[in-house]
């Protein structure tokens, strides 16, 4: 086993020149292929609302249907990173990479082609919306879903190989600064997609209902690194070894019967999961959905100025892509601090402080954004609520490589990452579930008393995203359950 000290990483400088040019290669493709997986999270949350309104019948609510969405999203997620990281064990982590930036790439510009009206639809040719379940669902709504979902399978398998591939490759002394560095850059990916909807916005195409779909056809761009990924890049020696002494042992590499056979790796699993479920809700049950809030109190505003239609699109789609890019401003130097903080301290208090720093900040921006200095607040409290949100994220690739033997690590972290996500699914469905209702209620009485019934709805909206803040203690009550890897070895068996 690979000695790790924290004493070379810690120290904040080097970390990058003790990497052989092969290592520097790898770490360059495997943090592009989170970037542009990261890119394309972030312009589907920009381009869900407008899709909603596109696709949906008349009279449909864009934000209850936009919530399923995104659970059908994060469903695929779960389901490609339980595949992909006991196939990257298997066959290998730069292959099965390769696969999944093809897949998410793919499509995602497919996605696009659902707004297109005159193409024939997958869910028509299948029957689906004959289905009682789709029977009030436009066919464009269906097809999109399953697109959604497709892109899910991708993005999920993405981020368990990206980081055992990295883990496996650098020298041990640098390992926590290299994957600290490889999330930080989700924040890069996350910035370029709102440029992107930030130039959109800027042209003419930023006043058209169909905007969106230029987000989704610029989300396919990444397929054109599978070709690099592909030619360039070879097997961790660290993991042919593992897969060889398995096999020799008559072990299994990717077997999730190994996983959950082995007491240790199966408490690492399971409180692993829950850590990572904590974050993951928090970020796309809660934090994601600030680009909506924003959108709102920003239509409200143009409404009251008896503004167009086409102005109104694109100022929701300008500051929306304002908030997303100070959003991520915030959270690439919120995961440096936590990087900092886990080689300082140690994993678990970085854990802790990120968690109940979210609770307290994400509280405070839904319930204050735009009450403050209108729209400006969003300058200072979106990098605010990125910081703790995403902080923790960097945890995740730091930590949870530590938990797992070689054979089983990117089982073990995408089992955890990403598994996490069925029930981190809920996360959108319970907060649109909440808002409508809340919603609902809040109209009512707003519409009897003479109130603004659609200030009356976004207040609404900010309470169900404050309730599910709640979220963030799961994270600090499963801390204690796990070990404090510092300092320490990566696990063999």
């Known amino acids: 086993m690979a000695d790790l000290s924290d004493k070379s990483s810690s120290s904040g400088s080097g970390w990058w020149s003790q990497l052989a ?113 789709f029977k009030d669902l436009s066919a464009h709504y269906v097809d999109f879903t399953i697109f959604r979902f497709i892109t899910g ?67 396919a761009l990444p397929a054109f690194m599978v070709a690099t990924i592909q030619l360039r890049m070879k097997e961790p020696q660290a993991w042919i070894e593992a897969r060889d002494r398995a096999a020799a042992q008559g072990k299994k590499a990717g077997s999730y019967k ?14 692993g999961m829950v850590l990572s479920c904590a974050g993951v809700i928090g970020l796309w049950g809660i934090g994601v959905f600030s680009t909506d809030l924003v959108g709102d109190i920003i239509a409200q505003g143009l409404n009251a100025q008896k503004a167009s239609p086409e102005a109104i699109n694109k100022g929701k789609q300008l500051w929306g892509s304002l908030n997303l890019l100070c959003f991520n401003g915030g959270a690439f ?20 402080i990120s968690f109940i720093g979210s609770l307290i900040v994400t509280v405070f921006v839904f319930q204050m954004i735009g009450k403050i200095n209108g729209q400006w607040d969003i300058l200072w409290m979106a990098p605010l609520m990125g910081f703790f949100h995403l902080s923790v994220f960097a945890g995740f690739s730091i930590y949870l490589p530590e938990l797992f033997p070689t054979r089983l690590r990117a089982t073990g972290v995408s089992f955890c ?26 109209a009512v009485k707003a519409a009897a008393e003479g109130g603004n019934v659609a200030i009356a709805k976004i207040d609404a909206f900010r309470d169900a995203a404050s309730w599910m803040c709640l979220i963030f203690l799961l994270g600090l009550i499963v801390l204690p359950f796990l070990p404090e890897t510092k300092g320490q070895p990566l696990p063999e068996d």
């Open 258 to 271: 190994d996983l959950f056979a082995h007491s240790t790796w199966r408490r690492h699993a399971l409180f």
């Open 333 to 352: 130097i919120g995961m440096l601090a936590f990087t900092k903080i886990t080689e300082q301290l140690g994993r678990k208090k970085a854990f802790a």
């Open 417 to 442: 990452y990403n598994v996490g996500r069925y029930a981190a699914a809920s996360g959108p469905l319970t907060l649109a579930y909440l808002a409508k209702n809340l919603a609902d209620k809040a």
């Open 21 to 133: 040019p092969y290592q520097r290669l790898v770490f360059v493709v495997a943090t592009l292929a989170w970037l542009f997986d990261c890119l394309d999270q972030q312009l589907f949350n920009l381009a869900r609302n407008p899709a909603m309104v596109a696709l949906l019948n008349k009279g449909q609510d864009a934000k209850y249907y936009g919530g399923i969405a995104t659970a059908i999203f994060v469903l695929g997620w779960a389901t490609g990173g339980m595949i992909f990281g006991s196939l990257g064990d298997r066959y290998g982590r730069a292959k099965m990479l390769a696969v999944t930036v093809l897949l998410y790439s793919l499509a995602t510009g497919l996605s696009a082609l659902a707004g297109f009206p005159d193409l024939p639809t997958i869910s028509q040719s299948l029957h689906l919306t004959s289905i009682p379940a």
């Open 153 to 219: 399978l991708g993005v999920g398998g993405v981020f368990g190989l990206a980081v055992a591939l990295v883990a496996d490759t650098v020298p041990s002394q640098v390992r926590p600064r290299a994957l600290g560095v490889l999330q930080s850059f989700s924040a890069v990916g996350n910035c370029a997609a709102g440029l992107i909807g930030l130039a959109i916005a800027l042209t003419a195409i930023g006043s058209k209902p169909n905007y969106w779909m230029w987000l989704f056809l610029i989300g």
